[in-house]
Each structure stands twice: as structure tokens, then as C-alpha cells.
């Protein structure tokens, strides 16, 4: 597979935790760039950390490297490679996808060590 482009977004992040039964705060969809994921159990929400919401739990400081698409649904191992890349240096991270593209969130101390290694293994970060 050929090497991608991940471009780097100039926001910060934060994941947010609520009870599959709570209300989506209104102040989510007003955001520049959101993720919603709704399960049995949980919702989460992804969302620039300036927007402050209640929620049941927060994990802050996540930056966002997107896959520059878009992709196609036939293209195998995007994830799996950049996740390889980033699990060989200790680097956890959130992956979304969406129907376009893929991001991967990385907490902001660990994203000048993510980029080296994304670049060390021919993917160009702009």
C-alpha cells in the first residue's frame, strides 16, 4: 500500500463519557468539527476542547492527525499500518473514521514522537 498523507488539525480535543440515556448538549453541534458514537451503553463525543460540556467523564488534550482522503472503502490496512507505527513507540491512540477518511487522535505529549515516526515510516504530516 502506498504511503499516506496525514495533515495535522490546529485544535485541541477532548473525549467526553455520557450514559447511553443522557441528552446530547446542544452546544455539540455548533462546534467547527464534532464525533458522536451512541452503543447500549455509552455515548461518546469528540469536540474541540474550548466547547465545554457536562459529561460523565473527560479525557483532554488530544490532537487529531487526519488521513488526507478521500479514501475508498477497497483500501485495506490504514488503521491497522498507522497503528502499528504508533504501537511500536508506546503511542495510544482514539481512532474515527468517517465515510470520507480516517483520524487518529493522539494525546498532545506524545504527538512530536508520533509524527517522527510516522515520517521515519514514509508517511508525510503536514
Known sequence: MAQLTLRLINEQFAIHSL???ATIPGEVFSASMFFIAKTFDEISIVLPQ?????????ELNWHALEVVGPLAFTMTGILSN????LANEKISIFAISTFDTDYILVKEECMNT????LRANQYLVI
Open 19 to 21: 450514559s447511553e440515556s
Open 50 to 58: 474550548s466547547i465545554m460540556i457536562e459529561s460523565d467523564e473527560v
Open 82 to 85: 498507522i497503528s502499528t507505527v
Open 114 to 117: 508520533a509524527i517522527e515516526a
